[in-house]
């Protein structure tokens, strides 16, 4: 069985100062998947 | 001089001909064949369907586009390929020429016409037909919206509802955007104050939560390890979402869904509205040599009607299945001056386990190509057409398989600046290497994470206006990667 989120898990889900953190560090994870990508297609 | 023809204006098409003209001088010739005169945004289908976006926002016209940027097209569709002597029949879909064919000739043939959308394989699913609905193209989408709206309506009225949303066929795959369309559907009537008089069913054919066509992934979710099916189940807990899996879908009537699970067993529920994805197969094109011989099964599949490409397709228990066997350049083995990037090209296998049923029904998915990997793949098939074109036959040719590259998928759960959210999950690679990563099922988990939260609907955002901007060719756009 799966855990419900706590209190906290849910606030820090929709708190925007703490999102705009996790939004630049999902920038940061997705942008080096792409160079990633970008470095294997060009190296095969 | 050489000319080279693409079909289909997808992402995999639309970006293989961006390339094509970027990188090949003026005295060559681009002609993108596709029976679509909008080129669409599909991944934001889902905020069509439910009435967050309009078309005009998720669209934009080929035709001005390719003139401006010096690239021929046809409004048509492809028919029959002949590729001894290099040249496609076309048929026009619209304008003066409607419904006339052409001979449409060619040096180089990039294959991007996507999936058929396979409705006819499950009895009584079609969009708009016994309460049944597809996000698939934008049209349905629209759909789709209108009769949620005029459900949503009837809830309002003091109406109880029941709402299906998954796969439509035992083998059907794109559960990411069921998923998606799922969260998307709840939080609406959450903000509509109606989601308790509904119940809301999660239907797919994958054996375990989280499975998305993939097996699944092990992922780092903030410091943790989590594997998807834990993540899934926590987010449809958290949203009162039931969910049926190992679920092969046959048979659609008004109001009814008639399933088998893995079990053997069969079910029926009935529904109000439901969101059902259909198979996808190939277009079922037929290919002749000079002398008029069918030789359709030198470019396509027999069985899935996708065009065989470098990959391995020796049958193989999944045991002994392996990254080695996914293709890198996606050339057809026979004519190697035609190529199928994205969904167009014939997989090996699945990425999942594949089940049978205890009565031997297959019930599993089959293998997602998303949009990140479409790009990719069309993107680095251009790049060996220009390396051909201008080294000849014996140029090196670059290859990548979907072993070696990785997909994000941000599944939208609610729309808003502040009251959105999404579940945003990265993979390194698609099909899982248990050799470079016994440890971790496959993945990297340094690529393969998860998120749940407002920074992945912004994320989502962002990533529709920089991939339409890319897609209508904007000053440099060949910067932003695919
Ligand atoms: C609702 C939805 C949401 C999605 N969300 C995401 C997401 O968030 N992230 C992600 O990575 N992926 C997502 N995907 C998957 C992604 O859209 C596909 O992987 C991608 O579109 C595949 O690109 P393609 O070019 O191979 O095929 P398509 O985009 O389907 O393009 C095929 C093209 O071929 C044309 N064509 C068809 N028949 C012919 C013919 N006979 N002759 C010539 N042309 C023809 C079509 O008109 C079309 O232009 C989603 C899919 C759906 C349905």
């Known amino acids: 069985m799966a855990k419900k989120l706590s209190g906290w898990q849910r606030f820090a889900m929709n708190c925007v100062i703490i999102q705009f953190f996790h939004f630049l560090i999902l920038n940061l994870k997705i942008f080096s998947l792409l160079r990633k990508n970008e470095k294997e297609a060009h190296s095969g | ?482």
């Open chain 2, 1 to 482: 001089m050489a000319r080279v023809v693409v079909l289909g204006a997808g992402i995999a098409g639309h970006t293989s001909a961006m390339y094509l003209r970027r990188l090949l001088g003026k005295e060559h010739e681009v002609l993108v064949v596709s029976p679509n005169s909008r080129y669409q945004w599909i991944p934001s289908n889902i905020w069509i369907g439910i009435g967050k976006m309009t078309r005009e926002q998720t669209t934009f016209p080929l035709e001005p586009l390719y003139k401006k940027k010096g690239i021929e097209y046809r409004q048509a569709r492809a028919v029959t390929f002949y590729p001894d002597e290099n040249y496609v029949m076309v048929e026009y879909v619209a304008g003066e020429k409607k419904g006339q064919q052409e001979k449409v000739e060619y040096d180089y043939l990039i294959n991007a016409t996507g999936p058929k959308l396979n409705f006819e394989a499950t009895e009584g699913l079609y969009p708009g037909r016994n309460r049944t609905y597809s996000v698939c193209s934008y049209t349905h989408a629209e759909e789709a919206w209108k009769a949620l709206s005029e459900l949503i309506e009837e809830l309002k009225k003091g109406k109880e509802a029941t709402i299906v949303i998954g796969m439509g066929h035992p083998k059907a795959t794109c559960q990411g955007a069921a998923f998606e369309y799922i969260l998307n559907v709840d939080h609406e009537l959450r903000r509509r104050g109606v989601r308790d008089r509904v119940r809301l069913i999660w239907l797919s054919n994958e054996a375990e939560l989280g499975d998305f066509g993939v097996d699944g992934m092990l992922m780092k979710v903030g410091r943790k390890e989590m594997h998807s099916s834990e993540l899934v189940q926590l987010v449809f807990e958290e949203r009162d979402i039931e969910w049926i899996l190992g679920a092969g879908v046959y048979k659609v009537e008004d109001g009814k869904v008639h399933f088998e699970t893995l079990d053997g067993q069969n079910h029926t529920i009935e529904f109000d509205f439901a969101m059902l994805i259909p198979a996808f197969s190939g277009h079922g094109f037929k290919a002749y040599d000079k002398d008029g011989g069918d030789i359709t099964d030198k470019l396509f599949s027999p069985k899935s009607g996708f065009m065989i490409v470098d990959a391995d397709y020796t049958p193989k228990p999944y045991e002994e299945w392996s990254v080695d066997d996914w293709p890198e350049k996606y050339q057809n083995p026979h004519y190697p001056n035609i190529f199928a990037p994205g969904i167009a090209f014939a997989p090996p296998h699945t990425i999942s386990r594949p089940r049978k049923s205890a009565s031997g029904r297959e019930i599993f998915p089959a293998p997602p190509r998303t949009g990140m990997p479409s790009g990719i793949m069309g993107r680095l098939v251009a790049e060996n057409v220009v390396r051909l074109i201008n080294e000849g036959p014996d140029a090196h040719l670059h290859g990548v398989s979907m072993g070696r590259i990785g997909a994000a998928c941000i599944a939208s759960s609610g729309y808003g600046l502040k009251s959105g959210s999404a579940i945003t999950i990265t993979m390194f690679p698609i099909v899982p290497d248990y050799r470079r990563y016994p440890d971790t099922q496959g993945r990297d988990l340094n690529y393969t994470i998860g998120h749940w939260g407002l920074a992945g609907h912004w994320m989502k955002y962002l990533l529709h206006h920089m991939f339409l901007y890319k897609a209508k060719m904007k000053p440099f756009w060949w910067m932003i990667p695919e």
